[in-house]
């Protein structure tokens, strides 16, 4: 019978070669018509060959090899990216059922974004949102520097958390959206940001 301690990697492999003797014991004890498989596994584990040299961890999105945040702007397909692949799946935005997804649309352009923004932020108009992710971000900071708000983009970032949320809840947990409720928890999450900050 196989012996059952443990044995480690280290008193198996030796002299570029692997110790089937101290791996498997003696051949004859295999359990009946456990023999082939036990040679087959035995023949394909030594035609590996072990490397010796360590071990590197590479960031596969960058050609260096080297984790940079633009190159981690590659990792996931959002929806408008997929269709200028050829993707053909459902391209509708799940918040409000019109407008095709993207970045832009889901945080600055969908009915649902521009109502909470407009009834959970404060000093908000309907005439500063924009359309574009960027604008919006660029006028937010401006507006956050002019008035002096030591905040800076913490309200829209945590607009922009809770629509979030509020679009994963809608998908993942198929919870139905209340523009209402998410106003009212982005005002709780601002008022206990703002007890940190």
Request: charged content about 25%; hydrophobic content about 45%; proline content about 3%.
């Amino acid at each position: 019978m196989l012996d059952c301690n443990p044995i480690l990697v280290k008193d198996c492999f030796g002299n570029d070669d692997w110790n089937w003797t101290r791996i498997l014991g003696d051949e004859a004890t295999f359990t009946i018509g456990l023999g082939p498989n036990i040679s087959a596994l035995k023949d394909r584990v030594s035609n590996l060959k072990v490397d010796q040299q360590m071990d590197a961890i590479e960031w596969r999105w960058c050609s260096s090899g080297v984790f940079s945040v633009k190159s981690a702007y590659r990792i996931p397909l959002t929806i408008d990216n997929l269709v200028k692949r050829g993707w053909t799946g459902d391209t509708v935005c799940v918040l409000c059922q019109v407008h095709d997804k993207s970045v832009d649309h889901l945080f600055t352009q969908c009915v649902f974004t521009k109502y909470i923004m407009l009834m959970g932020l404060e000093d908000v108009y309907a005439e500063e949102l924009g359309d574009n992710v960027l604008i919006v971000w660029d006028k937010w900071m401006e507006k956050s520097a002019v008035r002096g708000r030591s905040n800076g983009p913490s309200d829209l970032v945590a607009c922009w958390w809770t629509i979030w949320k509020a679009r994963n809840n809608l998908i993942f947990r198929n919870q139905q959206l209340d523009p209402v409720l998410a106003a009212q928890r982005l005002k709780l999450l601002l008022s206990t940001w703002k007890e940190l900050l």
